[in-house]
């Protein structure tokens, strides 16, 4: 430490699972690094490489640091400097227009995980644009099928903590890779295997869990639901169901087992890709080994058959009667574990406008109708490179007469798009509540910073538009402070005191949950439902289905698209980052001529990807990888993975389908040697 550095902690609110509590070292009013502090015991003292590069974001050359307005074509990025006062004038008197022309729905508020916290999303914005009486979003394109399969069928029930993880005897991870998307539940694996559990990985790449796991399962993406559905064939047939606890805790047990009874291990193991031998063993780990935990991951969702797939999965648990011991039972997002009622702090009153579901922006933007969009809110997001139809969005997002507003930190491919660009403070120059969804804690965010340039906080702005608009009631909440305190206030009691006292909250269950002995489903009846009659009547009848793969002879590739280490979803992209790479298999590249380090075009109707690509054994035949997040500078031509997404949506829930994208990949140029 230097004479004048001072500490400041606060909290990690960005879209993690692991929601790590930081000590940020500060001088003379400048951030100098970032660590992890021990508040969060998930944290342990240590973070992740992309947050402590964070600094670089706060000060970098693509931060917004005033607002400025379009002066040439869109997509040009010129832009020049007005006042806020300027600024939000413009947007008042456009909205205006707009309202009185095409009415309040021609505008869409399009925002998602931005930073994440209970201050910055869902608090003046929700009450701005219900008072527009605006499209409203479905927020759909992440954990919306997980979601939905969690609450249909436990009524999210809170999750095994990380820390539990070291007393399974076995530990099953499906669909996710938290040695990057969630570094902190790592240790306890590791701590688990050499107290003697086994490691069960079911993912079509070889993750660096996979790589020490006792069995691997590479899996065809989109096929989890059929491998499940063997498992629960498996344990039924071999009288491995637990009866007694299906009978007194669950309902839909019959019906799953009618629909698992299609799916025996050969021919399941046909269909996902893998060895009978493997499935058999996974089947018979499972059935046989207590206390077993899964934890589900949202690689899963991702396609046709993802919402299927999560509720097959998650119903393992219950029909093997794996609940009511420490270690046991399933691990998904453990946001459900605070019952919050948001309309506590908003109070802005439902309205039944019509719902745009955001995986469709590209079809919203060119095709809708009655009223089309004529003004497009983006905050908290960066759809032109992380929705589906990369292609189609930009499309939109040219439109001549579409007025676009981006409210980010950074100049993002989005942002290129705008009329109008407002600056957005960062997690180091504002107050939020943070919630993670793998930790189970809710924490103060606080400014350790002043805001970088003219930037300012969600919760001002929106207020400030709502004044702007002449939206305001009675009882409007005065600047972010206010609404802050507003939140705490709506606060289930103990964790508002908890976050007060020591900016540290977690849910009350006596220590951390532990399924069926301190924490219960939370359904009507109290039961698991493990045949949910809203999600047989979403999927007309096709509960626990599958719905095939979508290769074709032109297109016989998977593509899938999972996190990377260096940017999350595509925050942090504006930070110098290596080019992307498309990862392929030996084989497949064999057979199409294509040798290491080759620049090659994936490709489908879509839309096509330039980039080199790196030909390992780290992914299985006929899957192919690119990284989900990048900025369109990372590729040759400017698309990404996004471009080559349909979107199409899953089979419930309204979830995009990012990894059933299906393509062909050729030569473009050998490698330079
Ligand atoms: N560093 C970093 N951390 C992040 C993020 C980030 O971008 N970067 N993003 C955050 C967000 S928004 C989220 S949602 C979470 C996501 O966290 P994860 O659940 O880990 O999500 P993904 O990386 O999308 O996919 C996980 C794994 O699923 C595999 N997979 C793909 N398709 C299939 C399939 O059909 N079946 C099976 N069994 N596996 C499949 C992929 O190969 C990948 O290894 O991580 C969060 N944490
Ligand atoms: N190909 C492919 N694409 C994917 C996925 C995939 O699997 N494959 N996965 C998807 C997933 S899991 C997710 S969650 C989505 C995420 O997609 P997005 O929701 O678009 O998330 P980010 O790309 O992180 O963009 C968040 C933006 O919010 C800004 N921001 C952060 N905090 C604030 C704030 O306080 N105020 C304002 N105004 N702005 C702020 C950041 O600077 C950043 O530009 O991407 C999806 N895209
Ligand atoms: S991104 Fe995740 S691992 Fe990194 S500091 Fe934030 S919460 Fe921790
Ligand atoms: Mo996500």
């Known amino acids: 430490m230097h004479s004048h550095d001072i500490l400041v902690e606060t909290a990690c609110p960005l879209d993690c699972p692991d929601s790590c509590s930081l000590s940020v070292k500060v001088n003379g009013g400048r951030v100098v690094s970032i660590d992890g502090s021990r508040l969060q015991p998930v944290t342990r003292g240590y973070i992740c490489a992309k947050v402590r590069r964070f600094p670089e974001h706060v000060y970098g050359a693509s931060r917004v640091q005033y607002p400025v307005v379009r002066h040439g074509p869109k997509g040009h990025a010129t832009f020049a400097r007005v006042s806020w006062d300027e600024a939000l004038g413009m947007i008042a008197s456009i909205i205006a227009k707009v309202r009185e022309r095409w009415g309040g729905e021609a505008i869409l508020p399009f925002s998602y995980g931005g930073s994440n916290g209970l201050v910055s999303q869902d608090t003046t914005d929700a009450r701005l644009f219900r008072r527009l009486g605006a499209s409203r979003l479905l927020r759909s394109v992440c954990a919306a099928p997980t979601g939905a399969a969690l609450e249909a069928l436990y009524g999210k029930m809170p999750s095994v903590a990380y820390d539990d993880y070291v007393e399974a005897r076995l530990i099953v991870v499906w669909g ?13 694996i590791r701590e688990a295997q050499r107290r003697g559990a086994r490691l069960v990985v079911v993912d079509p790449r070889r993750t660096p869990l996979a790589r020490l796991a006792d069995l691997h399962l590479p899996v065809r993406p989109g096929t989890d639901v059929v491998v499940a559905l063997a498992l629960h064939r498996f344990l039924f047939e071999q009288g491995a169901a637990d009866r007694q606890f299906l009978d007194r805790h669950a309902r839909g047990a019959d019906e799953l087992r009618e629909r698992a009874l299609e799916w025996p291990i050969e021919r ?4 996902a890709g893998v060895e009978a031998v493997d499935l058999q063993r996974f089947a018979e780990m499972y059935a046989t080994t207590s206390p077993a935990v899964i934890r589900c991951g949202w690689g899963v969702e991702r396609n046709r058959n993802g919402g299927n797939a999560v509720l097959a999965i998650l119903a393992l648990p219950a029909v093997a009667g794996k609940f009511g011991v420490r270690g046991g039972g399933y691990t998904m997002s453990t946001s ?3 019952k919050l009622d948001r309309d506590r702090w908003i109070a802005a009153g439902e309205q039944a406008t019509r719902v745009v579901n955001m995986n469709h922006l590209g079809r919203a933007l060119t095709e809708l109708a009655d009223p089309p969009i004529k003004t497009l809110f983006v905050y908290n997001c960066n759809p032109a490179v992380t929705m589906p139809d990369q292609n189609r969005v930009v499309r939109g997002l040219e439109r001549e007469d579409l007025f676009t507003v981006v409210f980010d930190q950074v100049f993002t491919d989005t942002a290129l798009y705008a009329d109008i660009v407002l600056p957005a403070t960062t997690f180091l ?3 939020d509540i943070a919630r993670g969804y793998g930790a189970l804690s809710l924490q103060l965010v606080q400014p350790v910073i002043d805001a970088i340039g003219e930037a300012r906080p969600n919760a001002q702005v929106f207020g400030d538009l709502l004044t702007a608009c002449e939206q305001n009631g009675d009882e409007e909440p005065q600047g972010e402070l206010d609404v802050l305190m507003r939140v705490l206030d709506g606060l289930p009691e ?3 005191t908890q976050l007060r006292e020591s900016r540290f909250a977690v849910p009350e269950c006596g220590g951390t949950p532990v399924q069926f002995e301190n924490v219960f489903p939370r359904t009507p009846d109290g039961k698991v439902d493990l045949f949910p009659a809203s999600l047989e009547a979403e999927t007309h ?3 626990y289905t599958f719905t095939g793969d979508p290769a074709t002879d032109r297109y016989p590739l998977a593509l899938i698209s999972p996190a990377t280490d260096k940017t999350i979803s595509s925050t942090l992209g ?7 790479k498309l990862l392929m298999h030996p084989d497949d590249a064999t057979a199409r001529g294509i040798a290491d380090g080759d620049v090659v075009r994936a490709a489908n109707d879509l839309g096509e990807v330039h980039c080199p690509v790196t030909v390992a054994p780290a992914v299985r035949p006929g899957t192919v990888v690119l990284p989900k997040g990048l900025w369109r500078k990372s590729t040759r031509n400017g698309s990404t993975a996004t471009a080559l997404a349909a979107d199409t949506l899953t089979d419930f829930a309204g979830g995009a389908c990012f990894n059933d994208a299906r393509v062909e990949v050729s030569l473009v140029e050998r490698r330079a040697h």
């Open 176 to 188: 996710a890779n938290p040695s990057v998307t969630g570094i902190h539940l790592l240790p306890y």
């Open 268 to 271: 399941v193991a046909e269909i």
């Open 336 to 338: 459900g574990a605070w």
């Open 429 to 431: 120059e504002a107050y």
């Open 494 to 496: 103990r964790a508002a």
């Open 541 to 543: 009848g096709r509960l």
């Open 574 to 580: 504006d930070l110098g980052q290596p080019e992307a």
